[in-house]
């Protein structure tokens, strides 16, 4: 069964024992003041102590002590504007955390929560503070308002003073199972090559996904570039092939779909129609003028059987060089 916090993300597979036990604390109506999660980047501490705090803070906690996604806390809380949820992380990456954004916190701490249930402050890379914002925070820690729950997040918990982490509720995050990972991983989008970017995040699932999607995004510049070059014949339709075989080939049957449809839309003005690429616009708008039209349908047809056969044992250089000497006929009317 996946434990899911209503309305909002479901619990990550791997942070499930997490999840018990953080649930436990409100069951038992003992919420530690200070939680600590700690672990590599990646791998879902910030995911999950945003998800209790926002249990922490809903009016209408579910029976499993999820968030209830729909109460004007929830709400609140999904639009970045609780009063009684206090973030504090460095201002620029790698900056450090200042005395004045401790004591910013600690001045809003003795007015009295807007809503009948907790108020949160959480604390991004809470190892970046500095020295006076550390020992000011400390003073706090001691003596802290009632009903406030802190929240600290770091990579690196031996940079933390000892004096803090003493006072918290240590709560580590470690890399998961790595098959829970990569089935993780193959639900999130087939076109990941999850063993691969396991390796390279070092087994860290979040980032892995970060790390797909940026480099997708770099890809698919990248082949529309080389669709565009085939178009105005500055690169040969097979040699295009050869490299699109290396690629993930669902995205990019879906791109090049794409593509064509807003050609399509450009070339018969259908300008209230919704388009896939408003970044490509331009250079498609130009394409599309040029389109031989009863071609483009052709490649149509192609690009649809593509999709049904592409996980079939069809010869891949083939079919991509079918789409691709189409393509570069349909530029030449
Ligand atoms: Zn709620």
């Known amino acids: 069964m996946v434990t899911v916090t209503a309305a909002e993300q479901p619990i990550l597979p791997w942070l499930e024992p997490h999840w018990h036990r953080l649930s436990s604390y409100l069951q038992q109506q003992r919420v530690p003041q200070a939680l600590l999660f700690h672990g590599p980047q990646g791998v ?21 002590y999820s968030s209830c996604g729909q109460c004007r806390s929830c709400r ?11 973030r504090i992380c460095p201002e620029e990456p790698g900056k450090p955390i200042t005395i004045n954004q401790i004591r910013e916190i600690i001045a809003g701490m003795n007015l009295a929560p807007q809503y009948e249930t907790y108020r949160v402050i959480f604390i991004e890379s809470a190892e970046q503070m500095n ?48 098959q829970i990972s990569l089935a993780w991983l193959t639900r999130q989008n087939p076109a990941y090559a999850p063993e691969f970017l396991l390796a390279l995040v070092n087994g860290a ?19 529309f570039q080389n669709w565009l070059a085939v178009a105005q014949n500055k690169r040969h339709p097979i040699e295009i092939a050869q490299e699109w075989l290396e690629l993930p080939e669902q995205p990019l049957i879906f791109w090049l779909t794409s593509w064509l449809i807003d050609s399509i839309r450009c070339r018969f003005n259908l300008s209230n129609q919704r388009f896939y690429n408003l970044d490509f616009l331009p250079a498609l708008q130009e394409l599309s003028q040029g389109l031989d039209l009863k ?33 570069y006929q349909i530029n030449r009317s």
């Open 295 to 327: 071609g483009t349908f052709t490649l149509y047809d192609l690009l649809l059987s593509a999709r049904e056969q592409h996980s079939s044992q069809i010869n891949k250089q083939l079919m991509w060089e079918e789409i691709l000497v189409q393509w």
């Open 205 to 223: 699932p979040l980032q892995a996904v970060k790390t797909a999607d940026e480099s997708l995004i770099l890809r698919r510049k990248t082949c």
């Open 76 to 86: 609140l809380l999904q639009a970045g504007t609780h009063p009684d949820f206090l």
């Open 131 to 178: 020295n006076p914002a550390a020992n000011a925070f400390l003073k706090y820690l001691e003596e802290p308002t009632q009903r406030s729950i802190i929240f600290l997040i770091t990579e690196h918990l031996t940079k933390l003073p000892a004096t803090i982490v003493s006072r918290c509720q240590k709560m580590f995050v470690n890399t998961p199972d790595k």
């Open 44 to 64: 879902g501490k910030r995911t999950i102590a945003k998800q209790f705090a926002t249990s922490l803070l809903c009016v209408n906690r579910q029976p499993d």
